[in-house]
C-alpha cells in the first residue's frame, strides 16, 4: 500500500536489478495475426512468437500467398497503368511460386506441386474475370503496411492491408482469402471481424477519413472456381470496442507471460503439438 | 526503513505543422519494504502512464487549426477542410516526408516528376499526400530507383524481392 512521501525523509535506496522477461520484444507492436494468436491458444503464441520455434509451411499456405502475390500484381498494374492482363497475373503468381519454395520448406507429395500451381492458376483466372476485379472503383493502397500509434494500446498497431480501393463515400477495405471449399460467410464474417476492424482503424487513422465498407473476398479452390465477394459494413463503436479489449487481454497476457494450453479444434493442425505435450508449466519447455 | 519510490512518466508527440505537446506526471511515494518496489514500480507505471495519454488526447490549439487523426474518430474529421499550405507542411508522417526527401537526394530525382508522379496516382501533390497515399507513392519511388543506405526498407508483404525476416512473426 502506497503512502504519501515524506520529502524530508530521503533514506538511501538499493538498487533493483529487473530480470529480463523472455517475452520482451513480443510487444514491439501488436497485429491482428498476433491477437489471434494468443486467443486462440497462448501456447502456440508463445512457442512461435516468443521462443521463435519453427513452423513448417503447408502447401495451402504455400498457395494462398503465391495467390495474393498474384493478385498484387493485378491491383498495381491498375493503379499504375501496367500490364493487367491475366498472362502478366500469371507469370507473377508463378515467379512467387517458385520464390516461396526457396523461402520455404514445403513437402509436397507426387505430382502435387504441379496439381497444386495449376489450382492457383485457375483461381487466379476466375478473379481476373470476376465482377471484382472489372470494377471502376481505383485503388488507393495494395498489399500496404500500416502501422500506428492509438491510445488505447501501449504498442502500435500493425496490419498489412490486401487492396484499398477509392469510393465516394469512403475507403473500401479488401481481404482475399483462399479457401478450400464454398464457406458460411456470416462465419467467416465473425471469425475476421477483429481483423478487418483493425485494418479499418489503421485505414482511417492514415486517411483521415471514415471506411465506408469491408469487404472478405474468397478464393474458393474448387473444381470450378469461385470468387465470393462477402461486404460488410463498417465497424461501429461497439465492434470497436470489442477489438481493443481483445488486443488489450493480449497485451496484457504477453506482458505477463500468461501461456497455457487451449486444447481444441486446432489442435488438429498445430504444428508444435509435441513442445506443447511436453510443457509443464510457465516459461518451461522439456 | 522506509524507501521513497519517485516516479515520473513523460510523453512527448509530434503533431502537424511542426508542432508538438508533452506531459508529464511525477509522483512520490513511500514504500515499507524493498520487495514492494517491482510491484509498485509496475502499478505506478501504469497509473502514469493511463493518466498521460488520457490528458494528452487534448491537443488544443494547432497552427493551421488542423486536428491530428489520433485523437478524432472518423465521424469527427472532416475531410473537406483542405489541405494545409506552406513550403514546409507535410501531411503524411514525418517519417514518411524524411523517407521521400532522403530518396529524392539520393538518386538525385526531379521533385517536379515525383511532384507530377503524386497527381498522376492520388490527384495531389506530394505534400498532400495522407499515410496511405504516401506509403503508396514510397513503394513505388523504390521499386523504380531501390533503396540504397538508410532509404532502404523491407518491400511489401509477398513480393518476391523480399528477404526472409529475420525476427519475429508479423
Known amino acids: ?286 | 526503513m522506509a524507501i521513497v519510490l519517485e516516479a515520473n512518466y513523460c510523453k512527448k508527440l509530434g503533431l502537424p505543422g511542426y508542432s508538438s505537446h508533452q506531459y508529464g506526471v511525477t509522483i512520490r511515494a513511500e514504500l515499507g519494504d524493498i520487495n514492494q518496489v517491482p510491484e509498485e514500480s509496475e502499478r505506478v507505471y501504469r497509473l502514469l502512464q493511463t493518466s498521460v495519454d488520457r490528458e494528452l488526447q487534448q491537443t488544443g490549439w494547432l497552427p493551421q487549426g488542423r486536428q491530428p487523426g489520433s485523437t478524432t474518430t472518423p465521424s469527427q474529421a472532416d475531410p473537406s477542410s483542405p489541405p494545409p499550405t506552406g513550403e514546409d507542411t507535410w501531411t503524411c508522417s514525418p517519417k514518411q516526408r524524411e523517407l521521400i526527401l532522403r530518396l529524392v537526394e539520393e538518386h538525385a530525382l526531379d521533385k517536379q516528376a515525383i511532384n507530377e508522379l503524386a497527381r498522376q496516382r492520388f490527384g495531389k501533390g506530394v505534400r498532400s499526400l495522407n499515410k496511405l497515399e504516401a506509403s503508396g507513392l514510397i513503394d513505388e519511388l523504390l521499386e523504380r530507383h531501390g533503396g540504397k543506405g538508410q532509404a532502404a526498407r523491407s518491400p511489401r508483404r509477398g513480393s518476391t524481392r523480399r528477404t526472409a525476416p529475420t525476427g519475429r512473426a508479423p
Open chain 1, 1 to 286: 500500500m502506497i503512502r504519501p512521501a515524506d520529502p524530508d525523509h530521503r533514506p538511501p535506496a538499493d538498487v533493483v536489478a529487473f530480470p529480463l522477461r523472455s517475452s520482451d520484444g513480443a510487444l514491439a507492436h501488436v497485429s491482428p495475426s498476433s491477437i489471434r494468436d494468443y486467443l486462440q491458444c497462448s501456447l502456440r503464441f508463445y512457442f512461435k512468437r516468443v521462443l521463435g520455434l519453427p513452423e513448417p509451411g503447408s502447401v495451402s499456405l504455400h498457395l494462398g500467398k503465391a495467390v495474393h502475390a498474384g493478385i498484387q500484381a493485378y491491383w498495381i498494374a491498375r493503379w499504375r497503368g501496367g500490364d493487367a492482363s491475366t498472362e502478366a497475373v500469371l507469370a507473377s503468381y508463378q515467379t512467387a511460386f517458385a520464390a516461396h519454395e526457396q523461402e520455404a520448406s514445403v513437402s509436397f507429395a507426387e505430382e502435387e506441386r504441379e496439381t497444386t500451381l495449376a489450382k492457383g492458376e485457375s483461381l487466379l483466372r476466375a478473379y481476373c474475370e470476376s465482377e471484382h476485379a472489372q470494377t471502376e472503383a481505383k485503388p488507393i493502397g495494395v498489399e500496404v503496411k500500416l502501422q500506428d500509434d492509438f491510445p488505447e494500446l501501449p504498442s502500435p498497431l500493425l496490419g498489412y492491408v490486401d487492396l484499398v480501393l477509392s469510393a465516394a463515400d469512403g475507403p473500401v477495405v479488401c481481404d482475399f482469402k483462399t479457401v478450400a471449399a464454398t464457406p458460411n460467410v456470416e462465419l467467416e464474417a465473425f471469425l475476421h471481424e477483429g481483423q478487418l476492424c483493425a485494418y479499418q482503424l489503421l485505414i482511417e487513422e492514415a486517411t483521415g477519413q471514415p471506411v465506408s465498407a469491408r469487404e472478405l473476398v474468397f478464393l474458393v479452390k474448387t473444381k470450378t472456381p469461385k470468387v465470393i465477394v462477402h461486404r460488410l459494413p463498417p465497424a461501429d463503436e461497439a465492434a470497436r470496442e470489442r477489438f481493443w479489449s481483445m488486443a488489450q487481454a493480449m497485451v496484457d497476457g504477453v506482458y505477463h507471460e500468461r501461456w497455457h494450453p487451449q486444447p481444441g479444434m486446432h489442435c488438429g493442425w498445430c504444428p508444435y503439438r509435441g513442445p506443447c505435450a511436453r510443457w509443464r508449466g510457465g516459461n518451461d519447455v522439456a
